[in-house]
């Protein structure tokens, strides 16, 4: 089956006073995948998350999701099309329970103006808080409090509630970032079954994960793109090696 484009960025740049972060960047993501994108600090990846996610408008260039251009579009714009981008901090209702926090989540995608706002203890709402929860492994911790989770559940609260939006497209930011072996073989299997039903955009700094997880990689370096292939090839390009490997 041929690969079908679901987004496609051309000649993104951003520019903060005299540093050029993005620097032109083309790129693009094939529905269903799930992609990488890697560097030393200071690259530029997290820019052009940002400015994929709306978060970040850019200086120059075009952003085109499911064939049409959602440049000018805000963040929370983007999140109700599918684009859907958790933070590299745990961006959660600390006070809240696990399960009030998935809840604002599915409010938020169930909502249609005021008049479609579903109330809290809605059934249809209760529903997919718990099927939420138990797709990430948390259905036994509903009733937590967030701020009482430990580190890598809270990290798995915070993909709960991205896909309780219903991304199309979900971009994950450090996602490993301070779990431990275990959770990250845990978080890898998540992934792929997130993958299927959605498009996964990763900046991750383990390369380990990085390699057995994507199936395309960009390498970014200096706010430009370097590389890009299967973890195959990124492995072996001499221009990777010297950037990200070090060698």
Same mark, same amino acid.
Do not use: W
């Given at each position: *089956?041929? @690969?079908?484009?679901?987004?496609? @960025?051309?000649?993104?740049?951003?520019?903060?006073?005299?540093?050029? !972060?993005?620097?032109?960047? $083309?790129?693009?993501?094939?529905?269903?995948?799930?992609?990488?994108?890697?560097?030393?600090?200071?690259? +530029?990846?997290?820019?052009?998350? +940002?400015?994929? &996610?709306?978060?970040? &408008? /850019?200086?120059?260039?075009?952003?085109?999701? %499911?064939? $049409?251009?959602?440049?000018? *579009?805000?963040? /929370?714009?983007?999140? *109700?099309?599918?684009?859907?981008?958790?933070? #590299?901090?745990? &961006?959660?209702?600390?006070?809240?329970?696990?399960?009030?926090?998935?809840?604002?989540?599915?409010?938020?995608?169930?909502?249609?103006?005021?008049?479609?706002?579903?109330? !809290?203890?809605?059934?249809?709402?209760?529903?997919?808080?718990?099927?939420?929860?138990?797709?990430?492994?948390?259905?036994?911790?509903?009733?937590?409090?967030?701020?009482?989770?430990?580190?890598?559940? #809270?990290?798995?609260?915070?993909?709960?509630? +991205?896909?309780?939006?219903?991304?199309?497209?979900?971009?994950?930011?450090?996602?490993?970032? +301070?779990?431990?072996? @275990?959770?990250?073989?845990?978080?890898?299997?998540?992934?792929?079954?997130? !993958?299927?039903? !959605?498009?996964?955009?990763?900046?991750?700094?383990?390369?380990?994960?990085?390699?057995?997880? &994507? $199936?395309?990689?960009?390498?970014?370096?200096?706010?430009?793109?370097?590389?890009?292939?299967?973890?195959?090839?990124? $492995? %072996?390009?001499? =221009?990777?090696?010297?950037?990200?490997?070090? =060698?």
């Amino acid at each position: *089956m041929a @690969a079908v484009t679901l987004l496609e @960025a051309k000649g993104l740049t951003r520019r903060y006073s005299g540093l050029l !972060a993005v620097d032109d960047v $083309e790129f693009s993501l094939e529905k269903g995948e799930i992609h990488a994108i890697i560097g030393p600090n200071g690259a +530029g990846k997290t820019t052009l998350v +940002g400015m994929i &996610s709306g978060r970040v &408008s /850019p200086t120059s260039g075009t952003i085109n999701f %499911r064939g $049409e251009d959602v440049t000018s *579009m805000s963040a /929370p714009e983007r999140v *109700m099309a599918g684009i859907v981008y958790t933070f #590299q901090v745990t &961006s959660l209702f600390k006070p809240l329970t696990a399960a009030e926090n998935v809840r604002l989540a599915v409010q938020r995608r169930q909502m249609t103006g005021f008049a479609g706002k579903l109330r !809290a203890g809605d059934a249809r709402v209760l529903e997919r808080v718990d099927e939420c929860l138990a797709r990430v492994g948390l259905a036994g911790h509903a009733d937590r409090v967030a701020a009482e989770l430990p580190y890598g559940h #809270q990290r798995l609260l915070e993909v709960a509630m +991205g896909l309780a939006l219903e991304p199309e497209l979900l971009i994950l930011d450090e996602p490993t970032q +301070g779990l431990a072996p @275990a959770e990250i073989v845990d978080f890898m299997a998540l992934v792929r079954k997130v !993958a299927e039903t !959605a498009t996964v955009l990763i900046i991750e700094h383990n390369l380990k994960v990085v390699l057995e997880l &994507s $199936e395309r990689i960009t390498v970014m370096d200096q706010g430009r793109v370097i590389a890009e292939g299967s973890p195959d090839e990124i $492995e %072996r390009h001499p =221009a990777v090696q010297r950037a990200y490997l070090g =060698a």
